[in-house]
């Protein structure tokens, strides 16, 4: 994909400046609307949740204390995975938006809340809400596309580094929240700017590393050392283990879902001077993709598999966004905008292909296929190994080479 | 020399170390549960409990009239206990919302440790219909301690109580504390011998008195003197002509509580002719939302105030003043801005919706798209 203003056929070329504003005001007019419709059977649900999530987690806490019996530590390991699940997506991340601020309850607000996760809540809801809500999906503003380690776009030129991008992320993948938490630092940008003694950089370090220490201590150190009577310390070291893990697999998929998937567009830095809140909109629109599923996978998302309408809405409360859907899909139709939506394995596979396809060169994956494949190879070892030169003389016989394919289809 | 003091808790050097073990099992509880704190657990089971912050469960709801019901609520175990003609603020959550509101304790201090306050549902009152219509018992709200300086002194004397509506509740919590009615009757305690009361009630129909039938009773059996006022039948009452109805009323002390049109006029006619004069209002008087065009004074409590009008966000407003604010998106998606509005009225620019504070409120509301709509204070 290419960033929506070098596309040969924009997807929003039929839309006048009129109809843009248009769509915002309709936009509005749902947001109102769930705005009217929100009081007691939502504060009820979040409540839930949350109860619900305290009792697993104590729960998986306390039949893991026996882990050292293999039923004990499935059951446990199944539930302490599902309870920081739970508390990562549906809970935590909801609640840092703002989504239930509106009940004015000061222990389920945006400016009080923290959740079991490496990073603390105060710079995420910085790097997350403030930066990634508001210039998503434009490249060199939306840290999120690729977390400033990925090639996520043809425009950016290919490098032999990106060649192990897919086992970065894959390794990103397993200790996301780490991930995460360096990434709300800013941790590479700072050290490529030998800014890592600033001190405010300092401090905001030294906060994550004492949210790390904490988070650590609990995880494997006090509930191992509280398992000890029964001979389970490193059983249930193992299980804190696997659900930190599993929990970043799954969150680290579902963001992927969000915006990664092919066909999810990206924007110009340019584009988005003197936007208006309808073409905001409508950037939130193309650049989101959802995930479709069951009612469970919508709250194991964090309701997230809505991404578009969480987009649009980042403050409604999610459990209203599988009824806002229908109606954001209606705008979709009636402005001819392709609303992106698939199963799970599908986006994932589709996130997935778009890593492989970007760490290879343009076009390089298009024009290969088993009969040239020794060729092929032989050109991506001369272009990794080569200079720039040998890599642009190759990339222009690659572009060339994909643009006869596509005459030919 | 040094001199060891134990601070409370068993003394001696086995004091110290059971001390040194709790603390050492709260540590350990904390590490265990972070980035929670154990009181979010133990609220699950027990939010009643001792160090718990203070909430009450509703144990009853009674009708009074047609539009007023008495609460009886089980308050948390740190309840400090009150004395009566003193308030609870008392917090509900309404279609989701959580609401604060004070109202006057009508009961006690009771044996079985139980409050109750007793609402009039006024007319589109939020929180005053949610209470007396949609309360069911069982529904956890919060509380504050009890205040309130409308209380009697030791020794209490000649008094006349002058009663409105609603306002009635204080001092029904005063009498009933004064003269404790048991199946047999009113009874008349020893403390309460040399009492002489007189209550002058207002309201607008007998229908719609609360404790009406609680007034009467003390009434008949000599507690304290009765002089109903109906509107509907006597006309409103004219202050000036107070004497008429209490001919001794310039030996007693006044206590009066109703809205503020009664209480000013009672202050007037009061300070007048020298007389003493104890008084409690509730009703909050809010200033309604003021236009868009219109200049509105917004502070902060280090003491900065800036000059802000109604179209432009209080963000924006406070930062050309030279205030230093907590900003993200400036555009209400990142709720980076929010800060506690002590109290004021504000208005949504996308939307035009209206959020007002009262004292003690602090509600948290976005800066960067909420305009002043009247004066606003903020703690920042």
Same mark, same amino acid.
């Given at each position: 994909?290419?960033?929506?203003?070098?596309?040969?056929?924009?997807?929003? %070329?039929?839309?006048?400046? *009129?109809?843009?504003?248009?769509?915002?005001?309709?936009?509005?007019?749902?947001?109102?609307?769930?705005?009217? %419709?929100?009081?007691?059977?939502?504060?009820?649900?979040?409540?839930?949740?949350? &109860?619900?999530?305290?009792?697993? *987690?104590?729960? =998986?806490?306390?039949?893991?204390?026996? =882990?050292?019996? !293999?039923?004990? $530590?499935?059951?446990?390991?199944?539930?302490?995975?599902?309870?920081?699940?739970?508390?990562?997506?549906?809970?935590?991340?909801?609640?840092?938006?703002?989504? $239930? &601020? $509106?009940?004015?309850? !000061?222990?389920?607000?945006?400016?009080?809340? *923290?959740?079991?996760?490496?990073?603390?809540?105060?710079?995420?809801?910085? =790097?997350?809400?403030?930066?990634?809500?508001?210039?998503?999906?434009?490249?060199?503003?939306?840290?999120?596309?690729?977390?400033?380690?990925?090639?996520?776009?043809?425009?950016?030129? $290919?490098?032999?580094? +990106?060649?192990?991008?897919?086992?970065?992320?894959?390794?990103?993948?397993?200790?996301?929240?780490?991930?995460?938490?360096?990434?709300?630092?800013?941790?590479?940008?700072?050290?490529?700017?030998?800014?890592?003694?600033?001190?405010?950089?300092?401090?905001?370090?030294?906060?994550?590393?004492?949210?790390?220490?904490?988070?650590?201590?609990?995880? +494997?150190?006090?509930?191992?050392?509280?398992?000890?009577?029964?001979?389970?310390?490193?059983?249930?070291?193992?299980?804190?283990?696997?659900?930190?893990?599993?929990?970043?697999?799954?969150?680290?998929?579902?963001?992927?879902?969000?915006?990664?998937?092919?066909?999810?567009?990206?924007? *110009?830095?340019?584009?988005?001077?003197?936007?208006?809140?309808?073409?905001?909109?409508?950037?939130?629109?193309?650049?989101?993709?959802?995930?479709?599923?069951?009612?469970a996978l919508h709250i194991m998302s964090g309701n997230l598999s809505h991404q578009i309408e969480h987009h649009l809405f980042p403050d409604l409360p999610s459990n209203r966004y599988a009824q806002i859907a229908p109606k954001v899909k209606d705008l979709f139709e009636k402005y001819g905008l392709n609303y992106h939506t698939a199963p799970l394995p599908q986006q994932v596979y589709s996130a997935w292909h778009k890593v492989f396809r970007l760490s290879l060169p343009n076009g390089w994956l298009a024009t290969t296929n088993a009969k040239n494949a020794p060729e092929k190879l032989k050109m991506l070892y001369k272009m990794a190994t080569g200079g720039p030169k040998v890599r642009r003389a190759a990339q222009a016989r690659l572009n060339q080479e994909a643009r006869r394919l596509k005459a030919v289809a | 020399m040094s001199i060891a003091l134990n601070a409370g808790g068993p003394a001696g050097p086995q004091g110290q170390t059971l001390r040194q073990l709790r603390d050492g099992v709260r540590r350990l509880t904390e590490l265990a549960v972070t980035p929670l704190v154990p009181a979010d657990y133990l609220d699950m089971f027990n939010p009643l409990r001792a160090g718990a912050d203070l909430r009450g469960r509703i144990v009853d709801v009674h009708p009074e009239t047609r539009d007023a019901a008495t609460l009886l609520i089980k308050p948390g175990a740190d309840w400090a206990g009150h004395v009566p003609g003193q308030y609870v603020r008392i917090g509900i959550d309404v279609d989701g919302v959580r609401q604060w509101r004070a109202y006057s304790l009508t009961h006690g201090p009771r044996r079985d440790g139980y409050i109750s306050i007793t609402v009039k549902a006024v007319p589109d009152g939020k929180v005053s219909n949610h209470l007396v219509h949609h309360t069911r018992p069982g529904t956890l709200v919060h509380l504050e301690q009890a205040t309130g300086d409308f209380v009697l002194p030791e020794m209490p004397g000649k008094l006349l109580f002058v009663t409105a509506g609603s306002g009635v509740t204080p001092v029904v919590g005063m009498l009933r504390n004064l003269f404790p009615v048991a199946d047999s009757g009113v009874v008349h305690l020893r403390r309460s011998e040399d009492l002489d009361i007189t209550v002058v009630h207002v309201a607008p129909s007998e229908p719609d008195s609360i404790f009406i039938d609680n007034l009467r009773e003390l009434h008949a059996s000599r507690a304290i003197n009765l002089i109903p006022r109906y509107d509907d039948v006597h006309g409103l009452l004219d202050v000036n002509r107070l004497d008429e109805l209490v001919p001794d009323l310039a030996e007693r002390a006044t206590y009066a509580c109703g809205p503020a049109g009664l209480l000013d006029a009672l202050e007037a006619h009061h300070t007048e002719r020298g007389m003493e004069l104890f008084v409690e209002q509730f009703r909050t008087t809010f200033v309604e939302p003021g236009e868009g065009d219109q200049i509105y004074g917004v502070s902060f409590n280090d003491g900065t105030a800036v000059e802000a009008d109604g179209a432009t966000p209080i963000l924006d407003a406070a930062e050309s003043a030279g205030v230093l604010m907590p900003s993200g998106c400036r555009m209400g998606v990142c709720y980076g801005c929010v800060l506690p509005l002590r109290e004021g009225i504000v208005r949504d620019l996308r939307n035009g919706e209206i959020t007002k504070a009262a004292p003690g409120d602090g509600v948290k509301v976005q800066t960067c798209i909420n305009a002043a709509a009247g004066p606003c204070e903020f703690d920042h």
């Open positions: 994909m290419t960033v929506i203003q070098k596309q040969a056929v924009s997807p929003i %070329a039929h839309l006048t400046p *009129e109809d843009i504003e248009q769509l915002g005001v309709e936009l509005d007019a749902i947001r109102q609307e769930f705005l009217d %419709a929100r009081g007691a059977s939502d504060a009820a649900y979040i409540r839930k949740v949350i &109860d619900v999530q305290r009792k697993i *987690e104590l729960g =998986s806490r306390a039949v893991l204390l026996a =882990s050292v019996f !293999p039923p004990a $530590w499935i059951v446990g390991t199944i539930g302490l995975s599902i309870s920081k699940i739970l508390d990562n997506m549906e809970i935590g991340h909801n609640i840092l938006h703002g989504q $239930w &601020d $509106w009940m004015r309850d !000061p222990k389920i607000h945006s400016t009080t809340w *923290e959740w079991d996760n490496a990073t603390p809540a105060a710079q995420w809801k910085h =790097s997350h809400n403030e930066l990634h809500h508001t210039y998503t999906n434009v490249i060199g503003k939306d840290n999120d596309l690729g977390y400033g380690i990925m090639r996520v776009d043809e425009d950016q030129p $290919w490098h032999p580094m +990106y060649l192990a991008q897919p086992l970065w992320n894959f390794i990103n993948a397993c200790i996301f929240e780490y991930g995460i938490a360096a990434y709300d630092l800013d941790l590479g940008a700072t050290i490529k700017r030998k800014k890592t003694k600033d001190p405010e950089f300092r401090a905001q370090a030294s906060k994550v590393l004492a949210k790390i220490r904490k988070q650590a201590t609990k995880d +494997y150190v006090v509930h191992p050392l509280l398992s000890l009577p029964t001979g389970s310390f490193f059983s249930t070291l193992a299980a804190n283990v696997t659900a930190n893990v599993v929990r970043n697999l799954w969150s680290h998929s579902i963001i992927m879902c969000g915006h990664f998937p092919e066909g999810v567009e990206t924007f *110009e830095k340019r584009s988005i001077d003197g936007e208006t809140r309808g073409e905001w909109y409508v950037r939130q629109m193309l650049g989101s993709a959802n995930i479709s599923g069951s009612k | -």
